[in-house]
C-alpha cells in the first residue's frame, strides 16, 4: 500500500464518477429514446414518432431511476454538510 494513494477510497471514487458522470445521462438517453423509437408510426401533425406501452414504462422507469439519483445526492449534501 503506498502512502500517498488510498487505493481503496480511489476505486470508489471512481465507480461513483462512473456511474454518476457516464451513467445517468445515458439512462437518461435510453429513456428518451423509448419514447420515440425510430421507424414507429407518425402520430399527428408535429410528426414525432409514437412508443408502445412497453416503450413508456421503460421511459418511466428510466427516468424515476435518474430522479431518484438526484434525489439521493440532494439529500446527500444537505444531510453532510
Do not use: E, Q
Amino acid at each position: 500500500m503506498n502512502s500517498w494513494i488510498n487505493l481503496n477510497a480511489l476505486w470508489k471514487i471512481m465507480l461513483v464518477g462512473l456511474l454518476a458522470g457516464a451513467g445517468l445521462p445515458a439512462l437518461f438517453a435510453v429513456g428518451l429514446r423509448a419514447l420515440y423509437p425510430p421507424g414507429r408510426t407518425v402520430d399527428g401533425p408535429a410528426g414525432r414518432p409514437t412508443a408502445g406501452p412497453l416503450g413508456y414504462t421503460a421511459a418511466v422507469l428510466c427516468f424515476a431511476v435518474v430522479l431518484a439519483a438526484i434525489g439521493w445526492g440532494i439529500y446527500v449534501i444537505v444531510n453532510h454538510s
